[in-house]
């Protein structure tokens, strides 16, 4: 893995922690609110859930929209909602916000901005509980142990 490969690994894995608060595997299978799952990952599972006085169809890892993943799928980008698909998305959206860049060389600082309006769960963004320090902290965390899962 080279280290343009690493940092997006750590990036992605620092995505799923903000969205979550966990770094199990089990959010790739989360629907909105976290508190219900889904099993078939032959396409985004399109149930529109309430938390938060909120109505939304995101689900997985990335918390995708349905439409973001159906615009995707039409556009051959993906074909399923699996673990890689839903990590391909992400590094799509990454890169149509302009932050692949800087997410490949490690500039979390900024790429973190470009991408508040994509995961709100991120450091300043909306609805965020995590710092950037905390962010930095993660990320380095995250490169330190290989990245792990990406």
Known sequence: MTQQEANVAAFLRLIRFAEHH???DDVYFLLY?????????????????????KKSTAA??????????????????VTDFSKASQDKLAIEKLRSRHALGYVQQ???DHAIPLLRNEWTSLPG?????????????????YLSEGAGKP
Do not use: C, V
């Open 106 to 108: 490690g500039d979390i």
């Open 125 to 141: 963004a909306k609805q965020s509980k995590m710092t950037m320090d905390e962010a930095r902290t993660l990320f380095a965390k």
């Open 22 to 24: 966990s770094d199990s």
């Open 60 to 77: 997985g890892a990335y918390q995708i929209l349905y439409l973001t993943w159906d615009d995707a799928r039409k556009k051959g980008i």
């Open 33 to 53: 609110g976290g508190k219900q799952r889904f099993a078939d990952t032959s396409k985004h599972p399109n149930r529109e859930i309430e938390a938060w006085g």
